[in-house]
């Protein structure tokens, strides 16, 4: 849904959306399928500034950092950002010295989508690392098989790199 703030009087606008965001509009690699999110609040102008506040839930999956294995993940929680409409810029030199304070979107045009709106949330909300259990093995480093499932490969286990120049100084000969 998107709300076109030239439009807007000074009644707030709720809105109540329900809507998936596409995993290429969240710029990670953690989530490969679309997210259902539920989106409510209201959009009110304020003094120059639109208030956009609600509360986002969000259910979906996101790939386990070690295996890449989906697993479900959700949000629920209140968000409220301020965001400025590009006709009101430039900013004069008053709200210049206070914009470090300010923490305030900028609207590209009078056109504000809610699906920009959520996927910020999203990617606000995702922890940096999901694994689908605290055992889980991983993909193995060599063929990319998955080491959770039985018999995954029979590939020789990772030698560490700096072992494996021990091993190499240990095997030359020394005798000449
Ligand atoms: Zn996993
Ligand atoms: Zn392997």
Redesign the pocket.
């Known amino acids: 849904m998107k709300i076109d703030v030239s439009k807007l009087g000074q009644e707030p606008r709720r809105f109540n959306e329900e809507f998936s965001v596409e995993p290429d509009r969240l710029d990670c690699d953690q989530v490969t399928s679309p997210m259902r999110v539920c989106l409510e609040g209201e959009v009110r102008p304020n003094n120059g500034f639109f208030t956009v506040a609600g509360d986002c839930r969000v259910e979906g999956s996101v790939a386990?950092s070690?295996?890449l294995?989906p697993v479900s993940w959700g949000v629920d929680e209140g968000f409220s950002v301020d965001y400025r409409a590009p006709a009101a810029t430039p900013l004069d030199a008053e709200l210049g010295l206070d914009q470090d304070e300010l923490d305030v979107a900028f609207l590209e045009s009078d056109t504000l989508d809610l699906a920009d709106l959520a996927a910020e949330q999203i990617l606000l909300a995702l922890p940096m690392r999901v694994?689908?259990?605290e055992s889980?093995a991983?993909l193995c480093p060599r063929c990319g098989a998955n080491r959770?499932r039985d018999g995954a490969c029979t590939c020789e286990p990772e030698v560490d790199p700096r072992w494996q120049a021990l091993a190499g100084l240990a095997g030359e000969d020394h005798s000449s």
């Open positions: 386990c070690r295996c294995e694994v689908c259990d889980c991983g959770n």
